[in-house]
């Protein structure tokens, strides 16, 4: 007995919904471990404010590491959960920085930049496959996020540096 039996998706469209959810599973596990890093080590201007807020992050990407876990299951998949596994394939690379000031917030808006790209990919094959659910969840994730980036762009007063 598989839950796809039930759910109306073809097996063989899902893989790679599959796949990509597991790409973005690697990437939020990875973007997690930094914000913990972020939140633990913030130091000078802004600490209190700073601290607050990747604890915020942090917790946002906890809940949609579960959701994302919990998705590939429904899906027919088993969602990884070695570190080791998630850094041979993460896109978002394992960060040992220790922010000062506003550096921190730029890592942060960087990766959210990347988890959107993959979230994209994943919402195109997963619409593909006609997983309306999986579509739904990438899309509450876009609204959440570009709401985010908008609000850090703010925050800096213009854009960041990096992205002139």
Known sequence: ?????YLHLNEDKVVNTVNALSLL????QVYYSNLRGFHWNVKGKGFFNL??????FYNDAAA??????????????????RYSEYLKVA???EDGFEPTGHEGMRKVLETL???IKAEREVLAVANEAGDDVTV??????LKSQEKTVWMIVSFFGQRPADHE
């Open 113 to 115: 930049s990347q988890l």
């Open 64 to 81: 949609k590491v579960d959701e994302i876990a919990e998705r590939i299951l429904q899906l027919g998949g088993r969602p990884e959960n």
């Open 25 to 28: 599973l690697a990437d939020f």
């Open 136 to 141: 739904s969840l990438m899309s509450d994730y």
């Open 1 to 5: 007995m598989k839950t796809l039996d």
């Open 51 to 56: 601290h607050e807020k990747y604890e915020y």
């Open 91 to 93: 896109r978002v690379q």
